[in-house]
T-cell receptor, first 111, second 111 residues
């Protein structure tokens, strides 16, 4: 079983609040990813990182930011939450040439 | 940009019937991966195909990678209710560390 963790699992928050979604992995993987997914729908890549201090925006325009100060930690921050941010956020990691391991996800509701 | 499409989008089958989902990339892929996501869960890696024309089997699941390495298929023989979920293919985006996920096929198995 993969060791990748996300907190919180569920979050209900009001519009305009700043939030940080946490993602940690203990496998020493260089590559980490954040996806946004509405229930049963496509996975949209919003950010990825290929190592410490190396981050890139994904294909989906997002008002979020990420940081990668440590290999094992890849937090996602929303400076000002909006109802359109309501979704599931999935974190994943992988080693070069191998599969992605996904965390359990954070279900975010912005009221 | 590079796109990965899957058909069908949805499939309902009677338990015991076969099921196939097709994955088509706009560009040649160095490898292709398949994932399964149960309702309410996160994607879980099933398999990776690398060679042109490669066929791999996992019990009732058969995976194929096309000769041109632009398409792939997943075939399930004699579906069971445990096969319910969304199946995604994913291929590496050339020149980056990203993986492009397909649009997904949602399978429902009727008992």
């Amino acid at each position: 079983e993969a060791d990748i963790y996300q907190t919180p699992r569920y979050l209900v928050i009001g519009t305009g609040k700043k939030i940080t979604l946490e993602c940690s992995q203990t496998m020493g993987h260089d590559k980490m990813y954040w996806y946004q997914q509405d229930p049963g729908m496509e996975l949209h890549l919003i950010h990825y990182s290929y190592g410490v201090n190396s981050t890139e925006k994904g294909d989906l325009s997002s008002e979020s930011t990420v940081s990668r100060i440590r290999t094992e930690h890849f937090p996602l921050t929303l400076e000002s939450a909006r109802p359109s941010h309501t979704s599931q956020y999935l974190c994943a990691s992988r080693e070069r040439g191998y599969e992605q391991y996904f965390g359990p996800g954070t279900r975010l509701t912005v009221t | 940009g590079q796109q990965v499409m899957q058909i069908p989008q949805y499939q309902h089958v009677q338990e015991g019937e076969d099921f196939t989902t097709y994955c088509n990339s706009s560009t040649t892929l160095s490898n292709i991966q398949w994932y399964k996501q149960r309702p309410g869960g996160h994607p879980v890696f099933l398999i990776q195909l690398v060679k042109s024309g490669e066929v791999k089997k996992q019990k009732r699941l058969t995976f194929q990678f096309g000769e041109a390495k632009k398409n792939s298929s997943l075939h399930i023989t004699a579906t069971q209710t445990t096969d319910v979920g969304t199946y995604f293919c994913a291929g590496p985006a050339s020149g980056t560390y990203k993986y492009i996920f397909g649009t997904g096929t949602r399978l429902k198995v009727l008992a």
